[in-house]
Nanobody, 116 residues
Framework: QVQLVESGGGLVQPGGSLRLSCAAS????????MGWYRQAPGKEREFVAV???????MYADSVKGRFTMSRDNPKNTVYLQMNSLKPEDTAIYYC??????????WGQGTQVTVSS
């Protein structure tokens, strides 16, 4: 069974940093793409960052220059380093993986709250 498990969320002050992790139960090479999305209260889920295996990473304009997505293949884990956090970054962050035939997998989400 394919599972994605996020961790690393929490409460941070504006300007602070957090690193989110997404651990997969299968090799991340089995995913065509892996990415991060977020959903703020009362809003729809939105794209944050995505990488095709071996490909470039794309970022939403709202996080470009502040967030960095990376991966550790032996650990089957992808990361989202978030710097210079703003209150508007407050949301539940979800890890997403897409495998063959466009089968999508989502983690349970991790809460990020940016507040003083």
């Amino acid at each position: 069974q394919v599972q994605l498990v996020e961790s690393g969320g929490g409460l941070v002050q504006p300007g602070g940093s957090l690193r989110l992790s997404c651990a997969a139960s299968v090799t991340i090479f089995s995913f065509n793409t892996m990415g991060w999305y977020r959903q703020a209260p009362g809003k729809e889920r939105e794209f944050v960052a995505v990488q095709a295996t071996g490909g470039n990473i794309m970022y939403a304009d709202s996080v470009k220059g502040r967030f960095t997505m990376s991966r550790d293949n032996p650990k089957n884990t992808v990361y989202l380093q978030m710097n210079s956090l703003k209150p508007e970054d407050t949301a539940i962050y979800y890890c997403n993986g897409v495998r063959a035939f466009d089968r999508q997998y989502w983690g349970q989400g991790t809460q990020v709250t940016v507040s003083s």
